[in-house]
């Protein structure tokens, strides 16, 4: 019975593993990002490496385009003219975020699951750069759906 057990973890943190995002870390990307244009903000997405949820992922839209996936431990960025923005993803249910982007500002939205009645809702906000650069240092690149 011990042995049963120990393979059945085992099972379920290789699956686990292979949920998270592989790619280049934020450190080994970082001097690599092209520099904003006068009139362009940036908007980063990431997803920390949470094993709660680890399996859910959902389309992420900025506006109502899709602009990527919140995958367990990535981020990728998009840039968008200065102006008004809604980010979405829906499970069951959507969540949103709202924000104003000015020109050469950065934002950045960390998604997470959240409790549904289904599913994992997956649930973007806002978070200050202090906070959203210390857990983006780890989190693997992923390349943006670019529209």
């Known amino acids: 019975m ?11 943190l290789a699956f686990l593993a ?6 280049p870390k934020m450190s080994e ?33 900025v506006n109502g385009d899709v602009v990527g996936r919140s995958t367990r431990g990535s981020f990728f960025f998009v840039d968008r003219p200065a102006g008004n ?7 069951e249910t959507e969540k ?8 050469r500002e950065t934002k ?8 549904g009645i289904l599913v994992g809702r997956i649930i973007p906000e806002l978070v200050n750069a202090d906070e959203a650069e210390k857990e983006m240092a780890d ?3 992923v390349e943006s759906a670019k529209k």
Request: aromatic share 14%.
């Open 18 to 23: 292979g949920c998270a995002a592989t790619g």
């Open 96 to 103: 949103k975020a709202t924000f104003a982007l000015s020109g």
């Open 29 to 61: 990307v970082k001097s690599t990002i092209p520099a904003l244009s006068q009139d362009q903000g940036r908007i980063y997405f990431y997803r920390t490496r949470s094993i709660f949820g680890a399996a859910i992922t959902a389309d992420l839209r």
């Open 85 to 91: 923005y809604e980010v979405a993803s829906s499970t």
């Open 139 to 141: 989190l693997a690149y």
């Open 2 to 12: 011990r042995m049963l057990r120990c393979i059945g973890l085992f099972t379920l």
């Open 108 to 115: 950045y939205v960390r998604t997470y699951v959240g409790m």
